[in-house]
């Protein structure tokens, strides 16, 4: 694995996917992403499987066409219990990220993503 890791990234907005792949590449990491909740399922099992596993799942809390990150977590906790993530939104009130640990999460991120939060959150989550 090249980088500073291996980031899965899961948003059902093509410019959220595309900006911050960008911004994951410019800081150095390895990038992956899925549109919706099953497909992000899909790419942690297979990534698993090879054995060249995902450091850090990055969720989106909504997805209106598909599972949204409180759903998606449950179903990788399942599959891996250590799986280290961080629910994303728009939305700050939601209790998903006002309490994101007892949702499953590591870390939670606000959009839009500042480049240095974005830099910080997955480098605490990777520590753990």
């Not at 499953?104 to 993503?113: A, N, R, S």
Request: glycine share 8%; charged share 30%.
């Amino acid at each position: 694995m090249s980088g500073k890791g291996k980031v899965l990234l899961m948003d059902d907005e093509q410019i959220i996917l595309d900006v911050t792949r960008d911004v994951l590449k410019f800081l150095d990491y390895d990038v992956m992403f899925a549109r919706d909740g099953l497909a992000a399922i899909d790419l942690y099992k297979k990534e698993k499987a090879a054995g060249v596993p995902f450091d850090v799942v990055i969720l989106d809390l909504s997805v209106p066409s598909g599972l949204g990150g409180k759903e998606t977590i449950e179903q990788l906790r399942k599959i891996d219990p250590d799986v280290r993530s961080v629910i994303s939104t728009g939305y700050a009130n939601d209790p998903a990220v006002q309490d994101f640990s007892k949702y499953g999460f590591d870390e939670k991120l606000t959009k839009p993503y500042k480049i240095h939060d974005l830099k910080n959150i997955l480098e605490q989550v990777m520590r753990k």
